[in-house]
């Protein structure tokens, strides 16, 4: 199975969910992909951005928490089936212990008033990471003109229309395949001539 | 109270949900409010938001308040039991989405659809945070702290944890004002 690209090395199991467990137990509100992009793609080199890319796109197609689902495609690249479980457990399992403390917390306490300006500086300060995070993928993906096209296309349906994202995946998905189909590979052929001879004189 | 006979219930519940939320659990918040509060008398709608923002306010991906919905409705196995039936069934899905993809690595039309699918999902993310800035920085002091917040993640020189640390303290410190 070639589930990683060449030009990325596998990490073990051991490895995969030390490094997640952090992952999981630092990753406030939405700031998940940031966590992902730093420590697996520009730190440890266990994935590619693009591959990153293509698992959050799915993992918006498919039901369920976004989130769980790019948890459980990124852990198998990193390692099929085993890598995948793991990857779910580590990033799961802490803030679900904290979870379960909180509400035990909460019942016996019954009110929330105490740390309610917490978090909201909590979720500010993730509300700001996930921003810088996008604004820094979208200034490395977004350079050509198709590109530079369909993500505002996906901003404005997003954020300003409001229109469902399941929709808009496969909707501009579809419209964007359209504009990129010229990389679509030939059949099984030799490349023709003109564009070999093209290529030189050029 | 702690009810273990409806745990049956719960693990139905979260097991639907799972599969009914698409774009994330966020857009399943009503329905599942409806069932939860209204329905079955699970919870109180005040508990509802209190759980929701304990959710957000815990590390992970942000689907955690199912958890405090279990738990008052039968503790820890409760607690238990909605995050496993929410999250285990789509992610063998989802595993399954995963591996199908991985055998079309060599089709023809992999490029265009990897290269068509980026962008896309590149105003996707800046979408998401348009919308968690337009929900959460509500005045000067919040928009501040996300400015700054996104400020000191670009320079790549500050632990992300970090930053959180600070939002929380400059969070309570500003309520004082």
């Given at each position: 199975m070639t589930a990683a690209a060449p030009e990325t090395q596998r990490p073990s199991l051991a490895q995969t969910i030390r490094v997640l467990l952090v992952i999981g137990a630092a990753s406030f509100g939405q700031s998940l992909n940031a966590y992902f992009q730093r420590e697996l793609c520009d730190k440890r080199g266990w994935i590619t951005e693009d591959q990153l890319l293509e698992d959050i796109s799915i993992a918006h197609v498919l039901p369920g928490a976004v989130g769980g689902n790019l948890t459980v495609l990124v852990g198998r690249r990193l390692g099929g089936a085993p890598g995948a479980a793991g990857a779910l457990a580590a990033i799961y399992g802490p803030g679900a212990m904290l979870m379960l403390i909180a509400s035990a917390l909460y019942l016996a306490s019954g009110r929330l008033e105490a740390f309610e300006s917490i978090f909201r500086g909590l979720a500010l300060a993730a509300a700001g990471i996930a921003a810088g995070n996008s604004l820094s993928i979208a200034g490395r993906e977004v350079r050509t003109w198709r590109a530079a096209a369909l993500a505002p296309l996906a901003f404005v349906a997003v954020a300003?229309?409001?229109?469902d994202i399941f929709l808009i995946v496969l909707l501009l998905g579809a419209f964007g395949i359209f504009l990129f189909r010229d990389e679509c590979e030939p059949k099984k052929r030799s490349l023709p001539l003109p564009t070999a001879a093209k290529l030189k004189t050029s | 109270v702690q009810n273990l006979q409806e745990i049956p219930r719960l693990i139905l519940v979260f097991f639907e949900l799972g599969f009914s939320a698409f774009g994330g659990v966020t857009s399943t918040l009503p329905q599942l409010q409806h069932i939860a509060v209204?329905?079955?008398?699970?919870?109180?709608s005040q508990q509802f938001v209190d759980v929701y923002a304990l959710g957000q306010a815990t590390p992970g991906p942000g689907s955690m308040m199912v958890i405090g919905i279990g738990y008052i409705v039968a503790g820890v196995p409760g607690g238990m039991a909605a995050l496993l039936a929410m999250l285990v069934p789509v992610a063998m899905l989802t595993y399954l989405v995963g591996s199908q993809w991985d055998r079309l690595q060599n089709w023809r039309w992999r490029p265009p659809v990897e290269h068509g699918v980026i962008p896309v999902t590149v105003g996707l993310l800046l979408a998401g945070s348009f919308t968690l800035i337009h929900n959460t920085a509500t005045d000067w002091v919040g928009a501040f702290v996300v400015l700054a917040a996104a400020g000191l993640f670009l320079t790549r020189r500050v632990n992300p944890v970090l930053i959180i640390i600070l939002g929380g303290i400059a969070g309570y410190l500003t309520s004082r004002l």
């Open positions: 300003i229309l409001h229109i | 209204t329905q079955r008398h699970w919870i109180t």
